[in-house]
């Protein structure tokens, strides 16, 4: 599966502060409306019945529209959206006033890449957040390249490099021991009342097959045959989870939202090794949901 990641790097105007504890649902929501403003050419402006809807780079990168012959998910009117934005955790300070965040985007969402420069630039310029706190956006890198992508007052621009999402199994076999660490809010879906190996994994499937089928290659979406777990091939050694908590304004339902992740770090002992091509590609494309805001940003490493 193809991706590029863009790393926006901006400077607060003068001494404004944003007050927030977690930037993911503010630069998601500010992005949606900056997105459709630039992109958007019809008068009506209802993405559902617009001719445009399949090639505009809004629809293509914020509603998930899905093609009309999927084999999944039918039944939903929206697919995961086809990009995931990466932020710092909650509660990181600013340094010298410097914001940063990324988005990665996959497939042939790749292509829509200046859009996303253009949406942040302006609203930096309008102001982000309740209080409208203005930022400069200074440059934007290529983490994988490690070249400037966008620079302010500068007429270069160079195209992001596409990489693939790494599906190199460097685990041993059989069972291991690792400890993942939640940097954002993980919103999981549970079967019991406490997180276990077997939700992850289950997470980790699904996300990874709905990401291959809608946005990677032909090849990609072929279906993979990985081996069935149970409950009880999992031992939790430690955990030290809390539960964080977000309301925030939706301008699309009308009114306050509540999100719910969970925080920290949790050491497994299980199968691991026979987990297949999601665990390597996990840290690359999130896991959970709220994605898009910037929740499900796991790491894991192995202990023994």
Same mark, same amino acid.
């Given at each position: 599966? $193809?991706f590029?990641?863009? /790393?926006?790097? %901006?400077?607060l105007?003068g001494a404004?502060s944003?007050g927030?504890? *977690?930037l993911?649902a503010?630069?998601?929501?500010?992005?949606g409306y900056a997105l459709?403003?630039?992109? /958007?050419q019809?008068k009506?402006?209802?993405c !559902?019945k617009?001719?445009?809807?399949q090639v505009c780079?809004?629809? /293509? &990168?914020?509603?998930?529209? #899905?093609?009309?012959?999927?084999?999944?998910m039918r039944?939903y009117p929206?697919?995961?959206?086809?990009?995931?934005l990466?932020?710092?955790p909650? =509660?990181? #300070?600013l340094t010298?006033?410097?914001l940063?965040?990324?988005?990665? &985007?996959?497939?042939?969402?790749?292509r829509h890449?200046p859009?996303?420069?253009? %949406?942040?630039?302006?609203?930096?310029e309008?102001?982000? =957040?309740?209080?409208r706190?203005?930022? %400069?956006m200074?440059e934007?890198?290529?983490?994988?390249?490690?070249?400037v992508v966008?620079?302010?007052?500068s007429?270069?621009i160079?195209?992001p490099? +596409?990489?693939?999402?790494?599906?190199?199994h %460097?685990?041993p $076999?059989?069972? /291991?021991? &690792?400890r993942?660490?939640?940097?954002?809010p993980?919103?999981l879906?549970?079967d =019991?009342?406490?997180?276990?190996?077997?939700?992850?994994v289950?997470?980790g499937?699904?996300?990874?097959e709905?990401?291959?089928y809608?946005?990677g290659?032909p090849?990609d979406?072929?279906p993979?045959?990985?081996p069935?777990?149970d409950?009880?091939?999992?031992?939790?050694?430690?955990a030290?989870i809390k539960r964080w908590?977000l309301?925030? *304004?939706?301008?699309?339902q009308k !009114?306050l939202?509540e999100?719910?992740?969970l925080?920290?770090e949790i050491v497994i002992e @299980?199968p691991w090794g026979?987990?297949?091509?999601?665990l +390597?590609?996990?840290?690359?494309?999130?896991?959970g949901?709220a994605i898009s805001? @910037?929740?499900?940003?796991v790491?894991?490493?192995?202990?023994s």
């Amino acid at each position: 599966m $193809e991706f590029i990641e863009l /790393c926006f790097i %901006a400077h607060l105007d003068g001494a404004s502060s944003l007050g927030l504890p *977690f930037l993911g649902a503010t630069l998601r929501g500010a992005l949606g409306y900056a997105l459709k403003g630039i992109s /958007c050419q019809v008068k009506h402006g209802q993405c !559902q019945k617009c001719l445009l809807s399949q090639v505009c780079p809004y629809t /293509c &990168l914020f509603e998930g529209l #899905p093609s009309l012959d999927r084999q999944i998910m039918r039944k939903y009117p929206t697919v995961p959206q086809p990009f995931v934005l990466v932020v710092p955790p909650i =509660g990181s #300070p600013l340094t010298n006033g410097k914001l940063t965040w990324a988005v990665r &985007l996959f497939g042939s969402a790749c292509r829509h890449w200046p859009y996303l420069v253009y %949406a942040y630039q302006k609203i930096g310029e309008q102001g982000l =957040g309740k209080n409208r706190v203005r930022y %400069a956006m200074e440059e934007v890198i290529d983490p994988i390249s490690h070249r400037v992508v966008w620079k302010a007052e500068s007429s270069t621009i160079h195209e992001p490099q +596409p990489s693939c999402i790494s599906t190199v199994h %460097a685990l041993p $076999e059989g069972n /291991c021991v &690792l400890r993942w660490v939640f940097h954002t809010p993980l919103k999981l879906r549970l079967d =019991g009342e406490e997180l276990t190996g077997l939700d992850l994994v289950l997470a980790g499937r699904r996300r990874y097959e709905i990401m291959r089928y809608f946005y990677g290659s032909p090849n990609d979406a072929a279906p993979i045959d990985e081996p069935r777990f149970d409950e009880r091939d999992f031992v939790t050694h430690d955990a030290r989870i809390k539960r964080w908590d977000l309301r925030r *304004f939706s301008g699309r339902q009308k !009114q306050l939202v509540e999100f719910y992740g969970l925080l920290g770090e949790i050491v497994i002992e @299980g199968p691991w090794g026979l987990c297949g091509a999601w665990l +390597p590609a996990v840290s690359t494309l999130h896991l959970g949901k709220a994605i898009s805001f @910037g929740f499900g940003q796991v790491t894991w490493e192995v202990l023994s």
